[in-house]
Nanobody
Framework: QVQLVESGGGLVQPGESLILSCTTS????????MSWYRQAPGKERELVAE????????NYADSMKDRFTISRDNVKNILYLRMKSLKPEDTAVYYC?????????WGQGTQVAVSS
């Protein structure tokens, strides 16, 4: 069955860095556009970054484009999000998503908390 499992979240202090991973199985990863979303308490889920199926095209939310980097490994079927200079407002549950045409899958999320 399709699985997307996020990992790498945790509690960090402002200014620190984290690397999130999304390990996938059960679908042809290299054919899917992949994205990271996040949802903070009391807020709607928002797009963080997305990457094309080949990895040669990326897109970021304006507030994150200078601090976050999305990448993928189409051999290991893993999606990454490197986050630096984290701020308290980055606190949220981070989700990965796979999309191709009408098909789409979500992971269960990983919590990121930024606090001093």
């Amino acid at each position: 069955q399709v699985q997307l499992v996020e990992s790498g979240g945790g509690l960090v202090q402002p200014g620190e860095s984290l690397i999130l991973s999304c390990t996938t199985s059960g679908f042809t990863f290299r054919n899917y556009r992949m994205s990271w979303y996040r949802q903070a308490p009391g807020k709607e889920r928002e797009l963080v970054a997305e990457i094309s199926s080949t990895g040669d095209s990326t897109n970021y939310a304006d507030s994150m484009k200078d601090r976050f980097t999305i990448s993928r490994d189409n051999v290991k079927n893993i999606l990454y999000l490197r986050m630096k200079s984290l701020k308290p407002e980055d606190t949220a549950v981070y989700y990965c998503r796979a999309a191709s045409g009408v098909s789409g899958y979500w992971g269960q999320g990983t919590q990121v908390a930024v606090s001093s």
